[in-house]
């Protein structure tokens, strides 16, 4: 069974800094492209940042400069450093799993998801 388990989010003051983590389990994680998309209130689900089993990565540019991404492919295990929080950046955070392997910003082309986890920002 595959499981993708994410880290408690929290409630954040502006420019403030968080970091997610997610874990998975019942798939051989180095085939897997991760990323991290988010959802605000109110609005569409939209990537945040992917990372590739080789430590390439891809940031979405409203978090550009301020969110990077890594991964721990020993510990199966990808990461999201929030920093500069900003009230705009409050959402229900996901990460997800793709066999495919290339870039995507499409929810319906990952094969695996978490189940969330809130991320609010206070002003």
């Known amino acids: 069974q595959v499981q993708l388990v994410e880290s408690e989010g929290g409630l954040v003051q502006t420019g403030g800094s968080l970091r997610l983590s997610c874990t998975v389990s019942?798939?051989?994680?180095?085939?897997?492209?991760m990323a991290w998309f988010r959802r605000p209130p109110g609005k569409d689900q939209e990537l945040v940042v992917i990372?590739?089993?080789?430590?390439?990565?891809h940031v979405a540019d409203s978090v550009k400069g301020r969110f990077t991404v890594s991964r721990d492919n020993a510990k199966n295990t990808v990461y999201l450093q929030m920093n500069n929080l900003k009230p705009e950046d409050t959402a229900v955070y996901y990460c997800?799993?793709?066999?495919?392997?290339?870039?995507?910003?499409?929810?319906?082309?990952?094969?695996?998801w978490g189940q969330g986890t809130q991320v609010t920002v206070s002003s």
């Open positions: 019942g798939l051989t994680f180095n085939n897997y492209v």
């Open positions: 997800a799993a793709d066999l495919r392997g290339g870039w995507s910003n499409a929810g319906s082309d990952y094969d695996y």
């Open positions: 990372a590739w089993t080789a430590g390439q990565t």
